[in-house]
């Protein structure tokens, strides 16, 4: 009796590791998604009210390390102000999709977290749901001017933009998964505002998306 003890207890760790690499890499997955989910990206409009958008290159192995099935990277400027948000949308399987924030994959391009992230809180209204971001400063020390950036971060599954504290485990049954970088970045020698051009730009870009990419649309 004893004996058959240890044996059952290897056969459950094999199935819950074996659940697990199936959830990670979507082989249980019949649905069309990704893909579906990723083919929304090219809806998204390049001029949003008073913004106005160009699409950017992005580095292939960036692309590959993610593993994401689609992309959007475009850099938005407001025509009456002139400021500038950079947006990099990935859409993907969750388990490869849900890691890597900027806190870690920045610090590979010399940037420095200024303190620990923080919360930002989109609240709803008629036409959209509230969302919720990180954000963190970071900084890029090594030039003669240090570089300035402010990145807010989350990921959306269903409807809401979330934040959540373990987004592998909060994601881990979707079929498909977003994650949305908006930066800004400051003016060479200048500071991070406490209102920056994102907190603007947020309610054009989050009703866009929303139309665009909500499984309801």
């Known amino acids: 009796m004893f004996r058959i003890v240890p044996l059952l207890c290897a056969l459950v760790l094999m199935t819950a590791s074996g659940i697990s690499h199936r959830l990670w890499t979507g082989s249980w997955n019949v649905s069309g998604e990704p893909g579906i989910s990723a083919a929304r990206l090219s809806e998204v409009s390049s001029e949003l009210g008073d913004w106005v958008g160009a699409d950017l290159e992005v580095d292939a192995k960036q692309l590959a390390r993610a593993e994401a099935v689609g992309y959007l990277c475009r850099r938005y400027v407001q025509r009456r102000t002139g400021a500038e948000v950079s947006v990099f949308l990935l859409c993907g399987r969750p388990g490869p999709i849900a890691v890597h924030p900027p806190t870690i994959c920045y610090q590979g391009l ?108």
């Not at 008629?126 to 990145?151: G, H, M």
């Not at 800004?184 to 020698?189: D, I, K, L």
């Open 110 to 217: 010399g940037f420095q977290v200024m303190g620990s992230p923080t919360r930002y809180t989109v609240e709803s209204d008629a036409e959209t749901p509230p969302a919720e971001f990180y954000c963190a400063n970071f900084v890029k020390p090594d030039s003669a001017t240090p570089e300035q950036l402010r990145i807010y971060w989350a990921w959306k599954a269903g409807r809401d933009w979330q934040a959540p504290n373990h987004p592998r485990f909060t994601f881990g049954g979707a079929q498909a998964l977003y994650k949305l970088y908006l930066t800004y970045r400051a003016a060479p020698g200048a500071e991070l505002p406490d209102h920056d051009p994102c907190q603007d730009f947020m309610h054009d870009f989050l009703l866009e998306l929303e139309n665009k990419l909500s499984p309801a649309s």
